[in-house]
């Protein structure tokens, strides 16, 4: 219990400091006007890719990489990709994600309580229908996973290690070549996007080492759901665990501690966004990202780290939804 307050305060702390949790970073990101939330997520995902090298060659940690999601429509990963669009749709709506949102609620970030109501129904659907009607299809392509290539490893014919340095290296020189594009007075944030996206690989290293976990927030919803459906009867079996739940806090408190110590961080711009666009968006978002089997921080930057092509595609998914939703907004 106390692992995982402790790393969801590092991560939510991690997240105000480094400035990614504004709405209007994301938001910006995605318009292709401000490159600091990708140079933040680069960096934390290579540097995570090293923590987790580390920990697997240690035997400290024996994690699996991410299976595909299938919803049996026209591919064995169709459930990452169209989860992947879902969720990259939802951030462009809300400014947020699963992870960010929780920061944003401890920072007091206006639009942000709309957005977890959002998600919290998006978690509903997901668990009271959603999750049964995928679930067959879901199984029957888990069946089949050993047949096919997991990681960049298994894809390339790579020893793990050397799989993981490539991608470590590729997103390096991403990380590089986006530092040109920055707009450094966009935003108030404690520490640049670079080291923003360091302190969050800290907070990889703090899961691991307490929890022999990685970072991961919508499963959190979920659990919200299954509480609130076994609370009014529409639902029965054991209830999930509380280790979920008690991270999402964490998040939350380490967002409010540090916005309460250096106020300025949540001081920055608020974009213009409705509470109905705010509620869409957490819906999409949630559901997206059970749908492909985990979210920002489970996909993009634990996934990654285990080099799972599960994840490097939904992340692509992710950020080209995000892209083409905001653009379609902005028109």
């Known amino acids: 219990m106390a692992a995982a307050l402790l790393t969801g305060v590092a991560?939510?702390?991690?997240?105000?400091?480094s400035g990614v949790f504004q709405p209007a970073v994301i938001t910006a990101q995605l318009k292709l006007d401000d490159f600091?939330?990708?140079?933040?997520?680069?960096?934390?995902?290579a540097a995570s890719g090293i923590v987790v090298s580390a920990f697997q060659l240690s035997g400290h940690t024996k994690l699996p990489p991410r299976r595909y999601s299938s919803l049996g429509l026209f591919s064995f990963f169709d459930g990452n990709l169209i989860g992947g669009l879902l969720l990259g749709a939802?951030?462009?709506f809300a400014g947020s994600c699963p992870g960010t949102v929780l920061a944003q609620v401890g920072a007091g970030s206006p639009s942000s309580y709309a957005t977890l109501g959002g998600g919290i129904i998006g978690g509903l659907a997901w668990t009271g229908f959603l999750e049964q009607w995928t679930r067959s299809s879901a199984s029957q392509s888990g069946s089949r996973d050993a047949k096919r290539p997991l990681t960049v490893g298994e894809l390339l014919g790579l020893h793990p290690s050397m799989a993981a340095l490539l991608l470590q290296a590729l997103m390096s020189l991403a990380v590089l070549s986006l530092l040109t594009f920055t707009?450094?007075?966009s935003v108030q944030s404690l520490v640049p996007p670079?080291?923003?996206g360091l302190l969050i690989s800290v907070t990889q290293l703090v899961s691991l080492a307490l929890r022999r976990s990685t970072l991961g927030t919508s499963k959190a919803f979920e659990d919200v759901a299954q509480y609130i459906l076994q609370a009014v009867g529409l639902s029965k079996g054991p209830l999930p665990q509380s280790q979920n739940l008690i991270m999402a806090t964490g998040v939350a408190l380490g967002g409010f501690l540090l916005s309460v110590a250096y106020p300025s961080v949540a001081s920055g711009p608020k974009p213009a966004i409705s509470s109905a666009a705010s509620a869409f968006g957490g819906f999409l978002m949630v559901v997206g990202a059970r749908l492909a089997g985990g979210c920002t921080s489970g996909h993009g930057i634990s996934g990654t780290s285990l080099s799972s092509l599960s994840s490097l595609l939904t992340t692509g998914a992710m950020l080209a939804g995000g892209m083409a939703t905001a653009a379609f907004l902005s028109y």
């Open 11 to 17: 991560f939510g702390a991690a997240l105000v400091a």
């Open 36 to 45: 600091r939330m990708l140079q933040s997520f680069l960096t934390a995902a």
């Open 90 to 92: 939802g951030m462009a």
């Open 183 to 185: 707009n450094q007075a």
């Open 194 to 196: 670079v080291t923003g």
